[in-house]
T-cell receptor, first 112, second 115 residues
Framework: GESVGLHLPTLSVQEGDNSIINCAYSNSASDYFIWYKQESGKGPQFIID?????DKRQGQRVTVLLNKTVKHLSLQIAATQPGDSAVYFC???????????FGKGTTLSVSS | NAGVTQTPKFQVLKTGQSMTLQCAQDMNHNSMYWYRQDPGMGLRLIYY???????DKGEVPNGYNVSRLNKREFSLRLESAAPSQTSVYFCASTRRLTGIGEKLFFGSGTQLSVL
């Protein structure tokens, strides 16, 4: 089946701007979604997650929005900083007891 | 507390050679995973182990074998390396097989080149 995907492979923003990274998923039965951040030369690190019974979840400077109607997930980063430059992956849990499936990733570049 | 440790960090192989990538976690997690990461392809699941003594195929298992040696260790073996297996390999773990609330913890990766 089609894997989780992202709308744009790259995103460039200015320091201080808000960033929005999008992700589309194909399985309407997916019940859990996670965003990961991967800095150069490192493994992915957890940022924020959301369950399918929620529409929005906020963390520190990050917000995840889930639109189940159109099967769309987004990650919003407020006041983007150079340290936010990384590759961002969304992942979905398609079926209880199975492994997460990852999207292709969006590279965020933040310029000063 | 090291988390997930992978060795080696870098490896160059010739086509046809074999090698084993090692992974260990010290978080007492039950489930462990091997992913490969290729440019423009994101992370793809090779094999996973829901618990000690069990292993299952992921999206791209061909050319690989795994061993869940004990609760801590999960190794990935390439019996006869091919250039198509040039990639960055990540090991990860979770308390239990991924479901609501389960977050993957990743190692720092092994960069493998097959010439």
């Amino acid at each position: 089946g089609e894997s989780v995907g992202l709308h744009l492979p790259t995103l460039s923003v200015q320091e201080g701007d808000n960033s929005i990274i999008n992700c589309a998923y194909s399985n309407s039965a997916s019940d859990y979604f996670i965003w990961y951040k991967q800095e150069s030369g490192k493994g992915p690190q957890f940022i924020i997650d959301i369950r399918s019974n929620m529409d929005k979840r906020q963390g520190q400077r990050v917000t995840v929005l889930l639109n189940k109607t159109v099967k769309h997930l987004s990650l919003q980063i407020a006041a983007t900083q150079p340290g936010d430059s990384a590759v961002y992956f969304c992942a979905e849990n398609r079926q209880a007891g199975t492994a997460l499936i990852f999207g292709k990733g969006t590279t965020l570049s933040v310029s000063s | 507390n090291a988390g997930v440790t992978q060795t080696p960090k870098f490896q160059v192989l010739k086509t046809g050679q074999s090698m084993t990538l090692q992974c260990a976690q010290d978080m007492n997690h039950n489930s462990m995973y091997w992913y490969r990461q290729d440019p423009g392809m994101g992370l793809r699941l090779i094999y996973y182990s829901a618990s000690e003594g069990t292993t299952d195929k992921g999206e791209v298992p061909n050319g690989y074998n795994v061993s869940r040696l004990n609760k801590r260790e999960f190794s990935l073996r390439l019996e006869s390396a091919a250039p198509s297996q040039t990639s960055v390999y990540f090991c990860a773990s979770t308390r239990r097989l991924t479901g609501i609330g389960e977050k993957l913890f990743f190692g720092s990766g092994t960069q493998l080149s097959v010439l």
